[in-house]
C-alpha cells in the first residue's frame, strides 16, 4: 500500500520560513517524479515545485527563489523550504508522486503566512 505522508505545516508570519516533509512508503521516490502542489480556498491545485527522476526541477513563477526541493533517496522523503514566505502562499499543501502509469496523494498539510 503507497502512503505519502506530509508535515512540517502550521502558522509563521510574513518572511518567515517552512519546511515541509513528504514520507513515502510503498514506493520509492527515486523512481517517481515528485512535487509539491497547494490550493488555496477557491482556487485550483498548483503545481508548486517538482523534483523529476533525473534530478530535474520545476518552480512555479511565484516560488522561484524562495522555494528548494530536494529529495532524501534514502529516507525516502521529499522535502520543500520555503522562505520569504508571503500571505498568498497560504494554502494546502499536497504531496504526490507521478509515475508513467499511476499517481499517489498525500493527504495534505496547512500553511497559513499571517502576522
Known amino acids: 500500500q503507497v502512503q505519502l505522508v506530509e508535515s512540517g505545516g502550521g502558522l509563521v508570519q510574513p518572511g518567515g520560513s517552512l519546511r515541509l516533509s513528504c514520507a513515502a512508503s510503498?514506493?520509492?521516490?527515486?523512481?517517481?517524479?515528485m512535487g509539491w502542489y497547494r490550493q488555496a480556498p477557491g482556487k485550483q491545485r498548483e503545481l508548486v515545485a517538482e523534483?523529476?527522476?533525473?534530478?530535474?526541477?520545476y518552480y512555479v513563477d511565484s516560488g522561484k527563489g524562495r522555494f528548494t526541493i530536494s529529495r532524501d533517496n534514502a529516507k525516502n522523503t521529499i522535502d520543500v523550504q520555503m522562505n520569504s514566505l508571503k500571505p498568498e502562499d497560504t494554502a494546502v499543501y499536497y504531496c504526490?508522486?507521478?509515475?508513467?502509469?499511476?499517481?499517489?496523494w498525500g493527504q495534505g498539510t496547512q500553511v497559513t503566512v499571517s502576522s
Open positions: 523534483i523529476r527522476i533525473g534530478g530535474s526541477t
Open positions: 504526490k508522486a507521478r509515475g508513467l502509469w499511476r499517481e499517489y
Open positions: 510503498g514506493i520509492s521516490v527515486s523512481q517517481y517524479s
